[in-house]
């Protein structure tokens, strides 16, 4: 089992910044690739983005390319996300999630994730 718990997230202005923290306990936190999603209302969850159990492969979404960074510290069992430039239409409930992965794949959908955190909002006011 793997517990996630997200933080970080709150009002911000357009154009500002954030960043979302997920610390992991449970298992050994550096055998699990980790994804960020995000779900706004009325919208259906998407991936914002990814990284390798390892770090060394990371996915981003077209929409936050060049804005978001996404991190992990395998020593302190977390992973970020970086958030620059935040626009309104990054308005959203973010999650964290990871699955059981090896080697330097990145997973990009949902239902490949096995545990997830209980979210945090993020509010981009225009």
């Known amino acids: 089992q793997v517990q996630l718990v997200e933080s970080g997230g709150g009002l911000v202005q357009a154009g500002g910044s954030l960043r979302l923290s997920c610390a992991a306990s449970?298992?050994?936190?550096?055998?699990?690739?980790m994804g960020w999603f995000r779900q706004a209302p009325g919208k259906e969850r998407e991936i914002v983005a990814a990284?390798?159990?390892?770090?060394?492969?990371?996915y981003y979404t077209n929409s936050v390319k060049g804005r978001f960074t996404i991190s992990r510290d395998n020593a302190k069992n977390s992973v970020y996300l970086q958030m620059n430039s935040l626009k309104p239409e990054d308005t959203a409930v973010y999650y964290c999630?990871?699955?059981w992965g090896s080697g330097t794949y990145t997973y990009t959908h949902d239902y490949e994730y096995d545990y997830w955190g209980q979210g945090t909002q993020v509010t981009v006011s225009s």
């Open positions: 999630a990871a699955i």
């Open positions: 449970g298992r050994t936190f550096s055998y699990y690739a």
């Open positions: 990284i390798s159990w390892s770090g060394g492969s990371t």
